[in-house]
């Protein structure tokens, strides 16, 4: 791995994530409601009960929110919700998918390497398919260690996709099938940029969640083939992994 720390490459990689989800907003938004509304809602909310702590009301910050999936998803448990991303699309789908479902929560602007919340502000932190694009995951982990309390859990489902195989063929209506071949030139893009300076995920992740004071952490490697059981439109072919780990 090289060791990047130049503002000016950080920003450029930040730039290029939120021009290409801007491009994907709308179309993702349908996607994740969609999701909201399938099977994949009960298979997503035990994966995160898991580590989650057996309480209501729990305060929990979604990193990298998108269009507010986890969200909508634990406020309707009852979880008081704040999402946070890069991305001013997909905030403003959120909010409007938020008035639209009757499901409260916030949602701000907000960069996931540097959340502006006070330290020790939430019970819990809950991230999907975020880190990977992150130029400095260091830093990150070490600043979502900060935001939450004493005894608090992060719970991050992720993948390698910088160093992701070939994709295999997928069904007419997934929704890959919906990205246009620009978008999907910038994706492949971004990857080139990331691996040199990342190390290879999780075993990496489990490093630096060390580095950043977290205890008690968990991996699960299996959690991909317990949530994508059939290749329908949800489906993801890269191989995610979960790691939660208590402050």
Known sequence: MSEVNDTGFNKKIKDEVTDYWSSRAEIFNELKIQELNSDMRGR????????LPAKKGLKILDIGTGTGFFCFLLAAEGYDMTGIDLTEKMILEARKTSAILEIPAEF???????PDFA???FDAIVTRNVAWTLPDLKKAYEKWYNLLKEDGVLINFDGDYSRESEQQKLPDNHAHSKITQEQWSAYEHLKTELRPISNPRPAWDVQLLKSAGFKDITLDEQVGGRIYREINEFYNPTPIFALAARK
């Open 44 to 51: 997503w909310l035990k994966e995160l009960q898991t580590y």
């Open 108 to 114: 701000y602007v907000m960069d996931a390497e540097m």
């Open 119 to 121: 330290d020790r502000s």
